[in-house]
């Protein structure tokens, strides 16, 4: 048996597969928040308000319509903003 057909290799590559999926789907989740979040407190600390689901709400937005680059959270985040209030 080679390798390629041992199962116990199959299978941590499908483990391995996985986590990789799942880690980068933590790390772009928490990109959107560390940002939300900053601008957040920008908000708070001009007098402003925000809602309690406005975080989870963009990291949602984020995590669908980015391609994992940091570099689009801006531009992300003022889509995110002019479309909040668009029906669904």
């Known amino acids: 048996m080679t ?3 041992d199962p ?3 299978y941590i590559g499908r483990l391995r597969a996985n986590f990789e999926k799942e880690r980068e789907s933590i790390r772009t989740r928490t ?3 560390g940002y939300v979040f900053g601008r957040a407190a920008e908000r708070v600390a001009a007098g402003g308000d925000v809602p ?3 975080a989870m709400a963009f990291a949602d937005f984020y995590e669908q ?3 994992g680059s940091w570099a689009d959270l801006t531009r992300k985040y003022a ?4 479309g909040k209030d668009t029906p669904k």
């Open 65 to 67: 319509h980015t391609d």
């Open 79 to 82: 889509e995110f903003q002019s």
């Open 52 to 54: 309690d689901d406005h």
């Open 3 to 5: 390798t390629t057909e």
């Open 8 to 10: 116990m290799v199959a």
């Open 31 to 33: 990109l959107a928040m």
